[in-house]
């Protein structure tokens, strides 16, 4: 998968965005460290509220719904604010979250059901919770990819061939 | 006249030209892109464009290399580390003069 995403990225780049935008270089990151360590210290930090969660019986249901808006925001931050009709996405990854969120105990335990199982001394409810907020995520940010996929050799195209 | 108003004088002209600046400005960021990149992002024209790159290329603040992508010619830039350390000095300057 994840030879999948790297040489095909670069393929799509070399064949419809460097033609038309122009091939460009970003400098690498002087240091790896500090994303690093920080990832790190987010990770333990999320995985002890779990675990805490857990032991304590807390509804981690909202917990995934919460973690959902989190991610809209953020999303709405990097990429709606530069293109526009990603806000419609941004509002839909919010409310499905928030749509989880709101689902009555017994339809996240009828989903369930015996069709997903769930990890041993997680909740059925929340794990049902995130997989329907990772498959609203997934599905919206597919879409959403396929339509700019789409959209981008339409809106632009390769300057005529002669000398620079 | 007082020390910040001279210090005007002082700034590179090279850089200080709008063109040349956002020029310089983009490259800072990269590590190299081509001229089709620099022509997009700036909206100048080819023949402005050109003539910018010239100048940087002269006062040494750029590499022009000349390439082939497949067959289509292809000219990458790039900043050389004397145009970084003008780029660095023009903002310092900038920065204590606003």
């Excluded at chain 1, 799509?12 to 033609?19: N, S, V």
């Excluded at chain 1, 360590?37 to 919460?66: E, K, P, Y």
């Excluded at chain 1, 419609?88 to 749509?99: K, T, Y």
């Excluded at chain 2, 992508?69 to 000219?75: A, L």
Aim: proline letters at 4%; hydrophobic letters at 45%.
């Amino acid at each position: 998968m994840c030879a999948v995403i790297h040489y095909g990225t670069r393929a799509i780049k070399q064949r419809i965005t460097f033609p038309r935008t122009g091939y460009v270089e970003y400098r690498k990151r002087d240091t790896v460290w500090l994303p690093m360590i920080l990832g790190a210290c987010v990770s333990a930090m999320v995985a002890a509220a779990v675990s805490i969660g857990m032991r304590s019986h807390w509804n981690l249901t909202s917990v995934a719904s919460l973690t959902g808006v989190l991610f809209a925001v953020s999303y709405a931050w990097r990429i709606a604010r530069s293109v526009q009709w990603k806000w419609i996405v941004a509002v839909l990854l919010a409310a499905s979250s928030l749509v989880v969120g709101l689902l009555p105990a017994s339809a996240l335990d009828a989903l369930i059901g015996d069709s997903l199982v769930t990890p041993s001394h997680m909740p059925t409810q929340a794990f049902a919770a995130v997989w329907l907020c990772m498959t609203a995520y997934g599905v919206l940010t597919l879409i959403s990819g396929s339509i700019s996929f789409w959209l981008y050799p339409r809106r632009t195209q390769p300057p005529a061939p002669e000398g620079e | 006249m007082n020390d910040g108003i001279r210090a005007i004088g002082e700034l590179d002209r090279v850089i200080h030209e709008p063109g040349r600046l956002m020029i310089v400005a983009l490259l800072s960021s990269v590590e190299k892109a081509d001229f089709l990149f620099l022509l997009n992002q700036t909206e100048m024209n080819k023949g402005t464009l050109s003539s910018h790159l010239s100048r940087l290329e002269e006062a040494g603040y750029i590499e022009v290399v000349k390439t082939y992508r497949g067959k289509v010619p292809q000219t990458l830039l790039s900043l050389t580390s004397t145009g970084r350390q003008a780029f660095d000095g023009y903002r310092k300057k900038m920065r204590q003069l606003i």
